[in-house]
């Protein structure tokens, strides 16, 4: 009788054992996963935290003086801006606005107008934030160009002309100052001095609104010198309101009168075979260009055709031969018959591997007269042909 | 008889003794899993930080996770400080945004500012 209550007794122990231990493992398993699900769900979180990327194209102040910021998602994921932070670091003040009702933007797109409800000054420094809903805080720092030290470099064709002449002038500025992301408001200036008289035919001198760290901005101008030989025009290039020392100047001299009834003795026509935009996924190629030469004047004459060739890209490179740099000089002589037209091709080869994206070359064609020829026709006539190389992004 | 009953008695404490060692290690083991799933849940970032030239700082922190966060510290440069403007303990709801007045304890050229919540999480920014 006792042996048969103590088996009972044995069996319920069992039986109590071994319900614990089966609660204590099911519990043991819910609390793993809660935790392993917890852990997935923050990873999956984190990992589109880091896939998420905004681009902050440019910022302009529109009409009143309002923020107009445009956003390009360039990240994986869909992007919810939630607020703006604008802060003006000249006078050390900071606003905030909540977007209400987010801006959502998904990858690949882009938004214009974002913040038009802020007012900002010109004149000061700025930095700009965006703040996303899974924590990420994408900022830009952007100054006026009168605060900023952009190189300036002033190039002109040719530097020696005769009297009623047209010089062109490539004004290049490039944002170098790594202190802020962008510049805004610049406006380029020329100033004209010297003893010879001028009459601007072209200019295209407008304000830029927004200049990224790395880019670059051509103004172009043609300007119609006359003078006595020996008179000089002074083309001195710089940017409004620019710190001291911020400019790039160059001499042209009068030479020489041309010979009134032949103003000019060469026609050129000058194109890249493969377009002047150039779409490619190649960091390496090559540039053709055709170039044609008229000889206009009854008689044979010696040329000599000086191609310069610069990329306005930063870490761009280009050259005629394997070794390139960021621009390359090129001189080939040639010999008319009077009315002949000769074309040749040249090739020259770029590099943007480690370049920005719009790659940018200008190539300068200038044709002179050359020794062999009589004096009085020794002029010259230049050509400008832009190329862009788009496709190669950062 | 007798025997059966004592051991009938011992076993039931040894249990009893077994189930109350079971009980306080799941329910500490419970807390630790249920602290660390909502450490693990904190998203908060210090998403600005303005320094005034009086000394006083504002630190604009945003809670973008889906719980709510109890912020119980500042810190500048590992010095513990004290929020004039709202008083800490402070909870944050999900999307919420506060900002926290301080006077700066220590001067210097580089300031860590670092903020704690109730369950262990920090965001530090360095502000020059």
């Known amino acids: 009788m006792s042996r048969g209550v103590g088996g009972v007794v044995a069996a319920m122990f069992f039986i109590a054992v071994a319900l614990l231990m089966f609660i204590g493992l099911e519990l043991i398993m819910i609390y793993s996963n809660n935790m392993q699900s917890a852990i997935l769900s923050r990873e999956a979180s984190e990992r589109e935290r880091l896939n998420e990327r905004l681009y902050i194209q440019m910022v302009r102040l529109g009409p009143g003086n309002r923020l107009n910021v445009t956003v390009m998602n360039v990240g994986s994921v869909a992007v919810r801006i939630v607020r703006i932070w604008i802060i003006n670091v000249t006078s050390n003040y900071y606003y905030n606005f909540d977007i209400n009702p987010f801006i959502i933007l998904n990858p690949g797109e882009s938004v214009s107008n974002v913040g038009s409800n802020i007012i900002i000054q010109r004149g000061n420094v700025y930095v700009l934030k965006l703040v996303t809903d899974r924590g990420n805080v994408f900022s830009i720092r952007f100054a006026p160009s009168k605060q900023a030290r952009l190189q300036i470099q002033l190039y002109t064709s040719p530097l020696l002309i005769p009297s009623g002449q047209q010089v062109n002038l490539l004004l290049i500025i490039r944002n170098n100052d790594t202190r802020f992301d962008a510049v805004y408001d610049l406006t380029p200036i020329l100033r004209i001095s010297g003893n010879a008289s001028y009459n601007i035919i072209m200019s295209d001198n407008t304000t830029i609104p927004w200049l990224e760290l790395g880019d670059t901005v051509v103004f172009r101008l043609s300007v119609l010198v006359s003078g006595v030989p020996g008179s000089v025009i002074i083309f001195n290039a710089s940017y409004a309101d620019a710190p001291k020392g911020f400019y790039d100047y160059v001499v042209v001299k009068v030479t020489y009168r041309p010979l009134p009834n032949i103003p000019r003795f060469v026609y050129i026509t000058a194109y890249p075979t493969n377009g002047t935009i150039i779409s490619t996924t190649n960091d390496e190629g090559i540039i053709q260009l055709a170039i044609n030469v008229t000889n206009l004047v009854d008689q044979t004459l010696n040329f000599n055709v000086t191609v310069l060739a610069y990329t306005l890209t930063e870490n761009a490179k280009i050259g005629l031969t394997s070794a390139q740099d960021p621009f390359v000089t090129m001189t080939q002589s040639l010999s008319l018959l009077g009315g002949q037209t000769k074309s040749f091709l040249l090739n020259f080869t770029y590099d943007v591997s480690n370049a920005k994206r719009d790659n940018y070359f200008v190539f300068i064609v200038n044709v002179s007269t050359a020794k062999g020829s009589p004096p009085v026709l020794s002029n010259t006539e230049t050509k400008i042909v832009d190329i862009v190389i788009i496709g190669k992004e950062d | ?128």
Do not use: C, Q
């Open chain 2, 1 to 128: 008889m007798m025997i059966l009953v004592l051991a009938v008695t011992l076993g039931v404490l040894v249990y009893i003794y077994a189930l109350s060692v079971f009980a306080t290690t799941t329910s500490s083991f419970s807390s630790i899993v249920s602290g660390e799933v909502s450490r693990l849940s904190e998203s908060f970032i210090i998403d600005n930080v303005w320094v005034m030239g009086n000394g006083t700082v504002v630190l604009s922190v945003y809670n973008y996770g889906d719980v709510g966060i109890s912020i119980v510290h500042v810190y500048v440069n590992d010095t513990l400080v004290t929020s004039t403007k709202p008083s800490l303990p402070l909870y944050l709801s999900p999307g919420g945004k506060v900002f926290i007045r301080f006077v700066l304890p220590v001067h210097g050229n580089i300031y860590v500012f670092e903020v704690e919540s109730g369950s262990g999480n920090s965001v530090k920014v360095v502000s020059k």
